[in-house]
């Protein structure tokens, strides 16, 4: 099976992977709306990691411009930051 291309999401241990979901559905929620199904797979995907292509198939079809923010935003949250000069 050839892996998702946004598999590196939520890559790591498990409680990586709860973790990384709940930041990636906060903001999904937050630029897509409570309805959006995107939020509702990464909810179902924390219960059961079969869910989890689902959500990153629903994320990856999301609208470019919201799909790039959430993106943005989760690298800003969860990757080590740089000291700056």
Do not use: C, W, Y
């Amino acid at each position: 099976m050839i892996p998702h291309r946004l598999a590196f999401l939520l890559g790591g241990s498990e409680q990586e992977r709860l973790t990384r979901l709940a930041i990636l559905r906060a903001l999904t929620l937050t630029h897509l709306g409570i309805h959006h199904p995107v939020v509702s797979a990464l909810g179902k995907a924390a219960a059961d990691p079969a869910g989890d292509m689902l959500a990153l198939n629903l994320l990856d079809a999301a609208p470019a411009l919201p799909k790039r923010k959430i993106l943005s935003s989760f690298a800003a949250l969860t990757m080590p930051s740089r000291s700056r000069r």
